[in-house]
């Protein structure tokens, strides 16, 4: 679904903000950028670490605690539904926080996500909206090689 809210506008440029950061100092990883807001505060965000961690949705999440119940997350890039490490990927944590909806600028080719950390938000009864200032976005993906195979099991 497209967002076209220009609420959303606000803290999606924030995130965006924040990736563009850390652009070039994640290693294999993107810079992601995420803002929770929750009553129209903002309550968490944080951007994907130096060297590729913590992801952002986990910064984001971590300041936020139990504000993020019912909140609503603007990501830069789709949330992961694996990850390489085998840690919990952003999008079983941002379900597990028991986000309402999750606004999502670019999707993520990525094997690690390929619309499954959509499908998996959205199985868990998440609204999730894709697109918003994509454009603006996916500038910071120029560069970005996304993994084509599983990672090995551990």
Do not use: F, W
């Not at 993107?30 to 994907?48: L, M, N, Y």
């Not at 999730?128 to 454009?135: C, E, K, R, W, Y």
Request: hydrophobic share 40%.
């Amino acid at each position: 679904m497209r967002v076209t809210d220009p609420d959303d506008q606000t803290p999606m440029r924030r995130a965006i903000a924040l990736a563009g950061a850390n652009l070039g100092r994640t290693g294999a990883n993107p810079s992601v950028g995420c803002v929770i807001v929750k009553d129209g505060q903002v309550v968490g965000e944080g951007a994907t670490g130096v060297g590729g961690r913590p992801h952002a949705e986990e910064v984001a999440l971590g300041q936020a605690g139990e504000r993020a119940r019912g909140a609503v997350a603007y990501v830069t890039l789709e949330p992961c539904a694996e990850r390489s490490s085998g840690a919990a990927s952003c999008s079983a944590r941002l379900a597990a926080a028991g986000v309402a909806r999750v606004v999502v600028a670019c999707t993520d080719a990525s094997v690690l996500a390929a619309g499954r950390g959509l499908a998996r938000l959205q199985a868990a009864g998440i609204r999730t909206d894709l697109g918003l200032l994509a454009d603006e976005a996916g500038g910071l993906y120029t560069a970005y090689a996304p993994r084509s195979e599983a990672p090995p099991r551990r």
